[in-house]
């Protein structure tokens, strides 16, 4: 056993790039659900953005671009179940879990010419002497452009949320359909609109498995990423800052758990495997049994079907 | 639901077509665990698989089923298969034990070739390649390469099969460099490309220059890269993309020649029931080209070790050696008995990891 | 502009219609998609819904089988549907499912070799019971805390899964099992074996079992005070309250039973079947139930057909698979279109479409 050998440093720099893929589709997922919409289908959006994002990038030579098509191919195939759910009012439960096994399906159709296919590379942000700075540099500013669109994503979304009148408005649509639907907000257009948000953000939180931290195409290859994203926003209590938390927290025990076998630990795998959602659920207990404050627990309408009567 | 009168009416409109299977054709179907893009262990079968059709021709018919899990399923897709007029049938992997033999005993007349089990049956075959002697060309390589002196092990389920390369890899380091310490990460996966990034970054950040895996993704290929100076081995494929740095060889699953020997047995009516485990020498085990990374002296000397293994002259598993806990295994000279290779279920002297019970 | 007006009751023609629809929807997009692989559509199609019924070479054994696959599907679904129905949200089966054959396989493996007749019972006994006790878990934090079901139940599927991992790895190993993860297989082992009871037939105890939770689930619902309560509940939560229902009662209820009966599957599906704890047993049963309730629209009929559905789509689509060269992902988004058609054209059922400038818009 050595654990001089692990080194906290690097180990969070490693954990903030395991992290990247869970928090870009949880953030995503976050809005979807403030909306009051409960996608379970993150699963294939992800790996539906992974095989968009790669083959375009392959094909154009250009990663930017690759995460731009995974965007737009997550937001393809979480409009399918938005137009499902909200205009012909089927069971959000069951069509998410549809959604996934459709992403699955097709991604691994699209992406049968793409294996063992090397992606173009995704050059690391340069920040000159800013990656110099000991500690900080290394932790903060030696990734990817990735890392950092995901942390802007999640202040962004933050901001969007706690202070803009949009996000208030997402809020209330979240919280009573027919309230805000009352007050003349269109419902049904603003959960699209989340939706496909939702859907983008998963689409490259794919991509970023498939371009930058694999760097490959296989089937199935987000094995599960897609369903910790949903345990984070649980996690994180519906709020952005604790999605960061949360992701970082999954992330965590993952990166921990190879580092410690590294150093010649012996880790019961399956047990500290599960810690995270054990731990999810004690926090959602704490939240709900403070009856009081109500407003951090989930959005009151989530999942339910909404139908413009009058 | 009406679902059969539409069907019924469907079917009549279609006209029942017969399956069109020509009796004078040999049928052969496989069963996969994994889908064929797997880039690993099933892509290596299916390369197989399209070797024998390249090979017979008109004369042989192969059909397959991929991604099967193992269990319930695994027994309807055999059963489907036998039923649809298969004469031999590789079922490919470890899990699919139980439901062959079940199956054989229905089908007598179908024969059966199941990678890497024990149960065998008079129309049951098992066969299995001693990859471990692959494992120790990469450690006699690793070993002399590295400059930190520590090897990185990405092991997938503490089984015999992982062991024992873990073993063979660590014997051949340490006689090639007596300071070497073996790194060992199990990832409780075959395949899981993201988790075996991580393992790999995880093993070059606590030192490792050298990553040795039994998964199945190139995931730890694109991670060496990353980190520049650490070379990798391909696993179950070639992983040729990453040569000649950071993949310097590999070891390749290689099927082929024995696929098409049973099938041809089959055409010939000579198949019989056997148990085969080949290695280097019949071909099962392929050693990928060791590149142009790897000094000229030790490729010389890699190339030699395989050659001794190849001709026979040469057991990896040849004593002196002790278990982990420094009881005496084989004696000075004394090779390991295949019995106890295929139920290894320790690690030998001097490896500093441990087996999760 | 088209829009939707709500039914004031689900139309009885649209109620048979509308799978039909579906299926057909389905064979036209899922021909495209075969087509523009390369294959040859219609084949494609009777090879998936046909061929598994009626092909003479393969019926005779595909038929049986469809019970085999649909069974724990439809005895999950039976179960779930009661929830859903009354608004608990357990979509966290799969768990329940693999917690329940964890603890049946245990008990059977505890005994293991001896041979007495009460073994496979009492692995009934405590397959029911894990279900049963992994759904508490909810159902507690539902009525003490308020913590959201959905959420829970979801969440300690992933523990679950680790849970078997942990224990095909550790535990129930197989002794003899050359070094391989995985337990014995119960099927060897007569007195834990949950063997094909008629031959030829496909009929297991899990089968069985699923048909008589049909029947008394739909008896529940049509004839019994707690049945009517849990419609209630369903359709307006504060009728319900007003009528005196027991909303914690109800909550505790229905994650009781569909835990019990995915807990059941588990056991029937480990011990018959699938023969052994390994760490891929579970194949998503549990979810693939939660389709199969919404597709039987939560109607204990409704469930026998989409779990027959749903496994002839399974056994079809393999057959599809060897037959034709279908690669399996084209399948599986096949499938995934089937229940996209399914849940989509549902909503003709409670509403009607309607063409025209809406009058109180």
Redesign the interface.
Known sequence: MDLS???PV??TA?LM??AT?ILLAAIGELVVEKSGVLNLGVEGMMIAGAICGFAVAVETGSPALGFLAAALGGAGLALIFGFLTQVLMSNQVATGLALALFGLGLS?LI??RY????PPATARLDLGPLSDIPVLGRVLFSHDPMVYVSLGLVAAVWAFLRVTRAGLILRAVGEGHDAAHALGYKVVRIRLMAIAFGGACAGLGGAY?SLI????W??????G?GWIALAIVVFASWRAGRVLLGAYLFGGV??LQ??L????V?VP??YLSMSPYLITIIVLVIMSSRRGRAAVAAPASLGRVFHASS | ????P??AG??LA?GL?G?AAAADKTKV?FIFVG?I???GWT?EHNVARLAVEEKFGDAVET?????V?????A???L???A???ADLIFSTS??FM?PTM?VAAKFPDVKFEHATG?KRADNVGTYSARFYEGRAIQGLIAGRMTQTNVV?YIAS????EV?RGINSAFIHARKANPDVQF???????W?????E???A???I????DVILQHTD???PQ?AAEKAGNVITFGQA?DMI??APRPRVSSIIDNWTPYYIDRVQAVMDGTWTSDDTWHGIREGMVKIGEITDAVPADVKQAALALKDSIASGDYHPFTGPLNKQDGTPWLTEGETADDGTL????FFVEGL???I?? | MIWLEKRAAPSRFWT?VT??LA??LTMLAGGVLFAALGKDP??AI?TI??DP???A??AS??RP?LL??AGPLILIATGLALGFRAGVWNIGAEGQYIVGALCGAGVGLAFYPLEAWYVFPLMVLAGGLGGWAWAMIPALLKTRFRTNEILVSLLLVYVAEQFL?SMS??LMRNPEG?????SR?L??YPSAANPELISGTGLHWGVVVAFVALIMAYILLHRHILGFQIRLAGQSPRAARFAGVNANRLVVFCLGVSGALAGLAGLF?VS?????V?I??N?GYGFTAIIVAFLGRLHPV?IL??GL?MA?TY?GG??A???L?I???AIQAFQGMLLFFLLGVDVLTNYRVRIGIRETA
């Open positions: 050998a692990i080194n690097i180990l490693s790039v395991a893929p691994a992406g049968q294996q063992g296919v090397k498995l931290r694999v760097p490959q296989t089937e199935g290859m987000t094995a990423a993952a990166v190879l580092n076998q590294a150093a010649g012996p795998v399956e | 639901m009406k679902l059969k539409v069907l469907l079917a279609l077509a399956v179907g889908p893009g797997d880039g892509h059909i397959y089923q991929e991604s899990p193992e269990g319930a399923d027994e309807r897709v059963t489907q298969m039923l649809s007029g470890f899990g139980d079940n024990y990185g389920f503490p089984i015999p062991i790194k060992v990460i199990w990832a409780y996966t395949f899981d490309p993201a988790k990034a991580d393992a970054a995880a093993l950040e606590q030192g490792a993704s190139t995931a694109a494929s993309e990453y295929l139920g290894m279920n500093a990891a441990e999760p019970q | 048979v799978p039909l299926v057909a219609v084949a009777r819904f046909w019924l009626f092909n070479q393969f054994y595909s089988q085999v696959k991992a790895l550790g050359g070094g391989f993860p995985g297989n099927q060897q599906e018959g079947p699938a023969g052994q390994n891929d047993f194949q409704g057909f989409a559905l002839l056994i393999e057959l698979q060897f037959m060269q690669p399996a992902a």
